[in-house]
């Protein structure tokens, strides 16, 4: 059973920091690229920023500069360091984890994600 569990997210004031993280639990797993989406009311969900296995990084260009995206391969998490926020960074963040297994002798990647979390950003 793999589960991702989400934490870090809250309530701060324009141009404040929140760091995300998102561990990713189960066995015999390979865990591939890893990413952050996020959702606000009325719109798609869209990609924040995500990280491969070999630490290479891809971020949406509303974060660029603000962001970054690291992982911990050892612990199976990923983060994300939220700097200078704004406003419109108001979301519901959600982890997204590629993982690939085998059952009965078959490779099974599947896309798997968080219950998110609400980073709120209002003075």
């Known amino acids: 059973q793999v589960q991702l569990v989400e934490s870090g997210g809250g309530l701060v004031q324009p141009g404040g920091s929140l760091r995300l993280s998102c561990s990713v639990s189960?066995?015999?797993?390979?865990?591939?690229?890893m990413g952050w989406y996020r959702q606000a009311p009325g719109k798609q969900r869209e990609l924040v920023a995500d990280?491969?296995?070999?630490?290479?990084?891809n971020y949406a260009d509303s974060v660029k500069g603000r962001f970054a995206i690291s992982r911990d391969n050892a612990k199976s998490t990923v983060f994300l360091q939220m700097n200078s926020l704004k406003p419109e960074d108001t979301a519901v963040y959600y982890c997204?984890?590629?993982?690939?297994?085998?059952?009965?002798?078959?490779?099974?990647?599947?896309?798997?994600w968080g219950q998110g979390t609400q980073v709120t950003v209002s003075s």
């Open positions: 189960g066995r015999g797993l390979r865990i591939d690229d």
């Open positions: 997204n984890a590629r993982i690939t297994t085998v059952q009965a002798m078959n490779v099974i990647i599947n896309d798997y």
């Open positions: 990280i491969t296995s070999g630490h290479s990084t």
